[in-house]
């Protein structure tokens, strides 16, 4: 394989892990979301803290933002950008957050997504997390209302 | 070179690029800062946008903040985490910014800081930018005292 067709490989071999991670974030699924995690991820979440360090802190996280969410989990990434290297990689992109209540309602803001990829023993894995709102420098508000 | 040096280099060369970035940054030198930037850069910023698209977006937002800045600049990222392949790359680390007033105070805040770089013809450019600070979920307010 020359170097391009390697990089269409491992884009797609990216693309399949985020559509599984985001599939299990959908579904509640902690155990799912985590599998794909670096032991020692480094992550910035959009609230709380200014970042965990390894999975065991990251995973609490995440089950205590799921516990906050009761209804239907809204996630999606229509268009992720990725660019990846033989065993590096990254990707960008939107996500749309939020919940869908028992009424039909959805509660959900765009955010902001970026992601650090690396190969180990042939499985990429994320080794680096990036969630966050921009916030009004006036107010010191996060703005949850802005529309790509 | 086996793949292992190849990532040493790599390291050192994303490295050099980070300093000479931060050093423009610090000196309020809008084209040193833009000149790392892949003209099809994506950023998301931590204030007012969800995203700025393309270099000369950025550019003019790099621009209206340095006019607001009137002190000295404050732009240190003291332990920046690289990973990085022959020709993609990412670092993520936190960043104190702010400005040094007249009077000598400090009026800095830590951000998180992510970083996706791609290799095109021999030169490393930053392909994806993104800066943020967590919010509190309960006031939705940004987080500027938090210490690392």
Chains 1, 2 share one sequence.
């Not at 969410?69 to 996500?95: N, Q, R, V, Y």
Request: charge should be negative; glycine fraction near 6%.
């Amino acid at each position: 394989m020359n170097a391009n067709s390697f990089h269409v490989v491992a884009e797609a071999e990216i693309r399949e892990l985020v559509n599984a991670w985001l599939k299990a974030a959908r579904n509640r699924d902690v155990e799912g979301v985590v599998a794909h995690y670096a032991p020692d991820i480094v992550a910035y979440d959009a609230v709380s803290q200014l970042q965990f360090i390894g999975v065991d802190a990251y995973r609490k996280h995440w089950e205590a933002c799921m516990a906050m969410c009761s209804g239907e989990m809204i996630f999606d990434a229509p268009e992720l950008h990725i660019t990846a290297g033989a065993d590096a990689a990254f990707a960008h992109g939107l996500i749309r957050c939020g919940e869908k209540m028992e009424s039909g309602e959805e509660k959900a803001s765009w955010m902001r997504m970026s992601v650090g990829y690396r190969k180990h023993d042939g499985k990429w894995l994320v080794a680096h997390e990036h969630f966050s709102a921009p916030f009004d420098m006036e107010t010191g508000k996060a703005l949850f209302e802005l529309q790509p």
